[in-house]
């Protein structure tokens, strides 16, 4: 409902600069103006009263008709964003979750050898990693892997002169242009998980549970592991609250990197004012959202017993 | 009282050294433009010019000044910063007070709104309404970003009232008769000084980093420099791959050494004000 209602909220209302960007294509085109008129006026149903058209759009768009673009004009919104969304997903899903793993992994290691050198050197690098946003440091990456060094291409996620297929050379060149924004995104965001799995774990380190443990003479080993385990569960949730984030950041990476995902393809849309494709990646990312929280709600109720056997008592 | 917390404060070793970059930052940003007198908007040398005497930092495309774009960038930034923090968390706070002491149904509907603002990923809602502003200045910005950010806030401040509003002396200051709003402002709010003031630092930190990445986009401030859109013009200009490393890498230092400054000092804060985590 908010995607619905904010464009139409805000001042500078899309609709009027559609028309505008009509009025200029009119000099060139009288043609295509009419018929996009009419098409505008049958799918934005102007003039309707605003439940109206809140009511159409809600309609058609559970009916999976996302409208059709008007920068690029015949295309459906639907078709391009199926296009592009295998990128951006491709891209974010596996960097989070090594991100998150490898996070998790160098917090423990943190904070069992807490108050140490090792720990002071790593806590510091993760706090300045946890502040670096994910474009400058991509900016950096490019500079120094593709502009100095020449290993990795600058941009885009594959060579234009190669039609995406499922071919050797095709995946080799994809990968190529893979790496960098990986890259980019991987590093950055592992500063946020180390920080927050280091305090959950000294904290659980310090609990009643682990000192008794200790008393009873496990090993350092066997501890880690009982610690370990209890923090993984507030990193699921922490996960699941922050797949939001990763995805705005991710997005500007995209741009960065002029990577074809959903964040160069929203940057497009927005230097056009192409009102219907905008509305239509808003209404697809955030179904992906709250699919992926969804998800990890689950898997969630696997890993924490308590919530399992919680769910099988009732 | 005051004496002695920053007495205390100023034994952190961290907070000390966090807290002078900070400063020295700042104050650079505030000061510089008024020392450093060339005008950020002129080409007053030639176009990507290396850093030299005359010119600090280079030139960028055009020929302009970067060090005196990256000092005006700076000021913009931080007050962007901060206004958008302080918002953001007036709004935060408010909320989470209201939700807090009123309960009941009250509390539940500012809590399925803030739960909303919550999940509803923030970069998308900012680049939402940010894309339907034409001319954007340094004030929306700030209040874009404080308008989809102060979600946690409120969630923490609720939590925190919750807690408060059970102390017996809030059940006398309402024996002594005084009003809802004289009670959650004096009584409560005070309590929580130390955790509003570190959710503003943490809040002014993630608003830069937010400015900055509106700019990237291209949804920054349409007029003026900030840390941010330096970057987007250096993008723009594809400074990245022709090696003009003098005009991507200052800005996006400076924005990462305020920031990081900003996260150690509200830790080294955080740990003066509650002692549980002292000595860890």
Redo the contacts between chains.
């Keep these: 409902m908010l995607i619905f209602l904010l464009p139409r909220a805000v001042p500078g209302n899309p609709l009027y600069s559609l028309l505008h960007k009509l009025s200029q294509t009119a000099q060139t085109n009288p043609e295509q103006l009419r018929l996009v008129e009419k098409r505008l006026m049958e799918e934005f149903g102007v003039g309707k009263p605003l439940l109206q058209q809140f009511v159409d759009f809600l309609i058609r768009t559970l009916n999976g008709d996302l409208g059709t673009s008007y920068f690029f004009y015949p295309t459906k919104v639907g078709d391009l964003i199926s296009v592009h969304i295998p990128f951006t997903l491709g891209l974010l899903l596996p960097a989070t979750i090594v991100s998150w793993v490898l996070g998790n992994m160098l917090g423990a290691f943190a904070a069992y050898k807490r108050e140490t050198l090792k720990d002071n050197a790593l806590l510091s690098v993760f706090l300045i990693l946890s502040t670096t946003p994910y474009y400058w440091l991509a900016m950096l990456l490019v500079y120094y892997f593709a502009v100095t060094l020449h290993l990795f291409p600058a941009g885009g996620a594959y060579p234009i002169y190669i039609q995406p297929s499922l071919s050797l050379t095709f995946i080799a060149a994809f990968l190529r242009h893979y790496a960098l924004p990986f890259l980019s995104i991987v590093i950055s965001a592992i500063g946020f998980w180390a920080i927050g799995m280091r305090v959950m774990m000294i904290y659980e380190l310090g609990s009643d549970h682990i000192s008794f443990a200790e008393t009873l003479g496990l090993s350092d080993r066997k501890l880690m592991t009982y610690a370990f385990r209890n923090s993984m569960l507030p990193q699921i949730t922490g996960l699941a609250l922050s797949i939001g984030s990763m995805l705005g950041g991710q997005l500007i990476t995209e741009i960065v990197f002029n990577y074809r995902g959903t964040g160069y393809l929203i940057f497009r849309a927005l230097i056009a004012g192409d009102y219907p494709l905008i509305q239509g990646i808003f209404v697809i990312l955030i179904s992906t959202l709250l699919i992926a929280t969804f998800i990890v709600d689950v898997i969630y109720v696997y890993v924490d017993p308590r919530v399992r056997t919680g769910y099988s008592e009732k | 009282m005051v004496k002695e917390i920053l007495i205390g404060v100023f034994r952190i070793k961290k907070f000390v050294v966090s807290f002078s970059i900070l400063a020295s930052i700042i104050l650079i940003g505030v000061v510089g433009p008024i020392v450093y007198t060339v005008v950020p908007y002129k080409t007053v040398g030639p176009p990507e010019a290396k850093p030299s005497e005359t010119y600090p930092l280079g030139t960028d495309a055009y020929g302009r000044d970067l060090f005196a774009q990256v000092l005006n960038g700076i000021s913009t930034s931080i007050y962007i910063g901060f206004l958008s923090a302080i918002v953001g968390t007036a709004i935060g706070v408010v909320i989470g007070t209201i939700a807090g002491f009123k309960g009941g149904l009250v509390d539940d509907v500012l809590m399925v709104v803030t739960n909303?603002m919550?999940?509803?990923?923030?970069?998308?809602?900012m680049?939402?309404?940010a894309?339907?502003?034409?001319e954007r200045n340094v004030l929306y910005v700030a209040l874009i970003i404080s308008f989809t950010s102060w979600g946690w806030i409120a969630r923490g401040v609720r939590a925190q009232i919750m807690s408060l509003r059970e102390q017996q002396f809030v059940f006398m200051s309402r024996m002594a008769g005084l009003s809802d709003v004289k009670i959650a402002f004096a009584d409560l709010l005070p309590n929580m000084a130390s955790y509003v003031f570190m959710c503003f630092i943490l809040l002014t930190?993630a608003a830069m980093?937010a400015e900055?990445?509106l700019s990237?986009?291209?949804?920054g401030i349409t007029r003026g420099y900030s840390l941010g859109t330096i970057?987007f013009w250096?993008?723009m200009k594809e400074a990245?791959?022709?090696?003009l490393?003098w005009w991507?890498?200052p800005p996006?230092a400076i924005?990462?050494a305020i920031?990081?400054s900003l996260?150690?000092t509200a830790t080294a804060l955080d740990e003066y004000f509650s002692p549980r985590l002292r000595g860890?």
């Excluded at chain 2, 894309?131 to 034409?134: K, L, P, Q, R, V």
């Excluded at chain 2, 990237?216 to 949804?219: E, K, R, S, T």
């Excluded at chain 2, 990245?240 to 090696?243: N, P, S």
Aim: hydrophobic residues 60%.
């Design positions: 909303i919550m999940t509803f990923p923030a970069m998308l809602l680049i939402l309404v894309a339907y502003i034409e930190s980093l900055a990445g990237m986009i291209g949804l970057l250096a993008r990245v791959r022709r090696g490393t991507f890498i996006g924005l990462v920031t990081t996260l150690v860890r």
